[in-house]
């Protein structure tokens, strides 16, 4: 069964960083995706971004393209989102996850358990 540890988040102003880190129990398969979802109240959980974790291969949502960057510390079982620019509309509670396609904010690897997220809030 798959563990995540996240760490980040925060307050910002708009045009501030912010960097997440999400760290697993085991390494993941060279086939599976790691990386964030988003949530806000009463709205559905979203893909943000994600990194196939044998090729590296990195997916974005098209509204944090060129914006976010994320990638993997292989020696730590760890996924990092670096967040630039920062937008009051991304505000959200974000979630680390895995699973084995880029559908896995709706369903990640089976026994996999959500963490509780991590508040990101852009105000000014």
């Known amino acids: 069964q798959v563990q995540l540890a996240e760490s980040g988040g925060g307050l910002v102003q708009p045009g501030d960083s912010l960097r997440l880190s999400c760290a697993a129990s085991?390494?993941?398969?060279?086939?599976?995706?790691m990386g964030w979802c988003r949530q806000g109240p009463g709205k559905q959980r979203e893909f943000v971004a994600a990194i196939r974790w044998g090729r590296g291969a990195v997916y974005y949502a098209d509204s944090v393209k060129d914006r976010f960057t994320i990638s993997k510390d292989s020696a730590n079982n760890a996924v990092n989102l670096q967040m630039n620019s920062l937008k009051p509309e991304d505000t959200d509670v974000y979630y680390c996850?895995?699973?084995?396609?880029?559908?896995?904010?709706?369903?990640?690897?089976?026994?996999?358990?959500w963490g509780q997220g991590l508040q990101v809030t852009v105000s000014s």
């Open positions: 996850a895995v699973g084995t396609d880029l559908g896995y904010c709706q369903q990640p690897l089976r026994g996999f358990t």
């Open positions: 085991g390494r993941p398969y060279s086939s599976h995706v």
